[in-house]
């Protein structure tokens, strides 16, 4: 129709521009769905649904860095989309085809779990992915698969995070502290009319510690700790994402207590419209029934960086909403001693706590980031330096050339063993704090101080 010959057109384009230097992701995908629309014109269903497997996949991957809400959403349509397109080109391929057309549809192997980022981000934390469901499975056997799917979300290994390594969030760790931990240490005190939280939502601006937060009740809990996000439920097969929703909810119950980690909720369960596709529709509506039913001795923890795009529904579900605001001063100090770690350094006392005051709007991971610029300097003066003179204890460290027993050499002709590396000093924060920008705008700051005015629990702003 005329909207499918639009959507080509636009997805030529695009694959056009690429071709001037490396595409983007979200390029990239599309590039893929329209050698997709060109074997499906050529009658080629085979190749079609695998390069449509494939682009769907590399556009629901290209979401999670996609900062703008509005092409997020976008990208979820199109996306939805061509899982329709794909799923009636197999209708119309029909049951006839042969069993080696069939080989050449079956999706890849199972990606293993996703490497450990450092505490993004905002982001996520060392979890473990849902192998993605085989597209030639049997449909007897779906049930089965989509329940060993699961498997693979339950963290098998806790996290390294503890509480004291979450600075500041007083609010939100006594939320979890009371949604996670108490009903599960001393199950006795939740009788009667006194029930546990259901569900809780963490919100707050990307890179303050939400998926932290996560991973220290993930280690402070024995609890099933079941680790999921948006890409792990969502299949390209009709009825398939509902069947993995209903999977991950069964297991948890088979495992209480449990808890079900939701990263980047909004993504799964953004508010719904008229033009939504069927399958996200029915997608959500699977997860609403689910998260109503949920039994004692299962928790929903979510985590968004936009509350406000969540379904009302789905928010009133979350019985608890947590704000995780930007780090306050002593916060800020907690971070940049964590960050600093074993380090050598010349700062104070007095020193750091004047960073942490200069370092006002910026998050955790802003926080991050700036240590780390600082730690890099002595290496940069290494790199710079063109003498060095050896210390009593043999080792060679970086000097000016007038000072005495400076020898011309360069970093690569020191030996590694023998080299000093310059401590880290205040004008190396001085310099990293005048390079470091926040990466929350203001205007983001008050739509959440908004949200929580309207929709947060518990919290004051």
Known sequence: DKSAILWRRGSLALGSMSQAGPPSPHKAALIILNDATRAEEAGDAPTALSLYESGVQAL????????????????????????????????RAGPSRSNSTRTLQRRPAPLPPRPAPL??????GPSASLPGPSAARPVEKGSDEAAAA?????????????WDDVAGLADAKAALHEAAVLPIRFPDLFTGARQPWRGVLLYGPPGTGKSHLAKAVATEVAATFFSVSSSDLVSKWVGESEKQVRALFESAERRKPAIIFIDEVDALASARSENEAEASRRLKN??????????????????????????????RRFERRVYVPLPDEEARLTLLKLHLGSTPHSLSEQQLRALSRRTAG???????????????????????????RQLTDGCWAPCKPSERGAKKLSLLEVPAQALRTPPVTHAHFDAAVERCRPTVAQSELARHEQFTREFGAGNAV
């Open 362 to 388: 910026l998050s955790g991971a802003d926080l991050s980031v700036l240590v780390r610029d600082a730690l890099m300097a002595p290496l940069r003066e290494l790199q710079s330096a063109t003498h060095f």
């Open 150 to 162: 699961v498997e693979g979300a339950i963290l098998s290994e806790k996290p390294d995070v503890r």
């Open 286 to 315: 699977e997860l609403l029934v689910r998260m109503s039913g949920v039994g004692q001795g299962v928790l929903v923890l979510g985590a968004t960086n936009v509350p406000w795009e969540l379904d009302p529904a789905v928010r």
């Open 60 to 91: 629901l991957a290209s979401i999670r860095c996609e900062v703008d809400a509005g092409v997020a959403q976008s990208m979820r349509s199109k996306a939805a989309e061509c899982l329709e397109r794909a799923e009636a080109l197999k209708r």
């Open 119 to 124: 505490p993004r981000r905002g982001g996520g």
